[in-house]
């Protein structure tokens, strides 16, 4: 048995199809592993579903960049119910113009995966090894562990462990994570909650944020330029919801000032983001409004049918 490596002469190396440098244009390259990362309610899941629809469905992605490769998706929305992931992918496909039924899209539906233990290590690898999927998101990383996220011996060998996923299967590999509190002043990666593995980790970041009622998308690849910050909305149209480039998509320093958000717009925002129904200290929370204005402007939206009220509270009429 050789207890050599296997190598290669650096001018023997396969160059790759040239038309396969990415998955997305601008966004994700192709076979990238990478993070989703932002602040809590900046829309990370909107973004890696909306992601997911692209490849699927080989439609342009938030409706402006070109998937340039399709495939299956395999999918593990830890935080979500399964109602809940349904009913944001149909309204995701709806906005893309096609059927959800249509989509190769797969959601496991295990109670939870810990990327710390072996056994769920194995499944996973077995599951991507029968679906072949062409990209695999995992949202959020938080949720698949038990580890330090400070610690970068206990993150690094989790990280391993889906970059082997990516080498092995020839897939892109998506991890939501979150941004830590305070990080709003940060560039992108340096405001990831937790080790420094995560940044340089990536071939392909996409970090969301929020300025006053703007939220931007600004993005990182590690083999190509990256472009300017991309301004994006949530726009509502019946079932359908889904973020979108906002205004012209120009670099975002050179937009003209945002009109503000209604109060109406702002809680029919987190009211179509939100998993579960949402308290009135929570909108208002949310929404940054005075009590009066909020219960003034809720009882409105009820009155028109465009929300409603439960014991749980205030969800979305759909």
């Not at 941004?179 to 420094?196: E, F, I, T, Y």
């Not at 931007?216 to 690849?221: A, Q």
């Not at 987190?270 to 204005?293: D, M, Q, V, Y």
Request: with cysteine; aromatic share 4%; glycine share 8%.
């Amino acid at each position: 048995m050789t207890t050599l490596l296997p190598v290669a002469r650096a001018a023997d190396l396969d160059p790759g199809p040239p038309d396969r440098r990415w998955l997305i244009d601008e966004l994700w390259a192709d076979e990238a592993v990478g993070i989703v990362g932002g602040e809590p309610k900046c829309y990370k899941s909107f973004l890696a579903l909306d992601m997911a629809v692209a490849v699927a469905g080989g439609v342009p992605c938030l409706r402006r960049f070109r998937t340039a490769q399709t495939g299956r998706v395999l999918l593990f929305a830890a935080e979500d119910a399964l109602h809940v992931v349904r009913r944001r992918l149909a309204g995701l496909a709806g906005a893309a113009g096609l059927e959800l039924a249509d989509l190769d899209i797969h959601v496991i539906t295990a109670p939870s995966v810990r990327l710390d233990v072996e056994r769920d290590r194995d499944r996973l690898a077995d599951t991507i090894a029968t679906l072949r999927p062409k990209l695999l998101i995992l949202d959020p990383f938080v949720r698949l562990h038990r580890i330090d996220e400070n610690a970068s011996g206990e993150v690094a060998p989790l990280l391993a462990y889906l970059r082997e996923l990516q080498r092995r299967f020839h897939l892109a590999v998506l991890l939501v994570h979150h941004a830590r509190k305070g990080g709003g002043k940060m560039r992108g990666g340096q405001a990831l909650r937790g080790s420094s593995e995560f940044h340089a980790w990536g071939d392909s970041n996409l970090y969301l944020r929020r300025h006053g009622d703007q939220l931007t998308l600004t993005v990182e690849h590690r083999a190509a330029p990256s472009i300017a910050a991309v301004p994006l909305q949530l726009e509502i149209a019946g079932d359908a919801v889904a973020l979108v480039v906002s205004g012209h998509g120009e670099p975002i320093a050179e937009l003209a000032p945002v009109s503000p958000l209604t109060t109406e717009q702002k809680i029919e925002q987190h009211l179509s983001a939100a998993a579960a129904p949402l308290s009135i200290a929570e909108l208002r929370k949310l929404c940054r409004t005075r009590n009066a204005t909020l219960t003034t402007t809720l009882a409105a939206l009820v009155a028109a049918g465009r929300i409603h009220r439960d014991a749980a509270g205030y969800a979305i009429t759909r």
